[in-house]
């Protein structure tokens, strides 16, 4: 006799690829990060003016944003370089603005919520010997306006990309999107 063991969706690992929101700020506006024993970011200090910061949100359609960390290593010199990519379908004069936006910030944090529904917060590097924190300069990277060739399969789009090098691979957000005033 057979002995069959069930399949359980639970048994699957949390490893959906992709990028369904993404949350920016300007670097200068986060005076303060609070890390756990595990590395974690529990809190944040955001510096209150007026008008308000507040996080710029951007969600993304499914497939079209990916969160990639290449690590390299020179010696015991570790970098890890943060790559966020993605796709604005469709040509227009408001994503065109908020891309121009966001490419006048010499440095931004970002937070990523993955399709798995774990939070990354880039942008910074953590030594956690010293427990100290700061930002790495993330800005846009390369980009492009599409139009493409065939007008029956493909699509007019902007692709983008946020970047910077860090110590180490982007640290979790513990606080949700409930921490993240917008």
Request: proline residues 3%.
């Amino acid at each position: 006799m057979s002995v069959i063991t069930p399949i359980l969706r639970t048994s699957c690992p949390k490893a959906r690829a992709g990028i369904a929101v993404l949350w920016a700020i300007d670097c200068s506006k986060v005076s303060d990060l609070t890390f756990n024993a595990d590395r974690e970011i529990t809190a944040i200090t955001i510096l209150v003016e007026v008008p308000v910061n507040k996080w710029k949100r951007i969600e993304f359609e499914k497939n079209t944003a990916f969160l990639n960390q290449e690590k390299t290593r020179n010696r015991s010199a570790i970098s890890v370089r943060q790559q966020i990519q993605f796709i604005e379908p469709g040509l227009g004069a408001e994503v065109r603005a908020a891309l121009e936006d966001l490419n006048g910030n010499c440095c931004v944090h970002a937070i990523v919520r993955d399709n798995s529904n774990n939070y990354h917060y880039c942008g910074i590097s953590f030594d956690a010997e010293d427990t100290e924190w700061w930002s790495e300069d993330m800005r846009t990277g390369n980009g492009s306006s599409n139009t493409n060739t065939d007008p029956a399969a493909d699509q007019a789009e902007y692709t983008e990309t946020l970047e910077c090098n860090a110590l180490f691979y982007a640290p979790f957000w513990t606080l949700g999107e409930a921490g993240i005033a917008v």
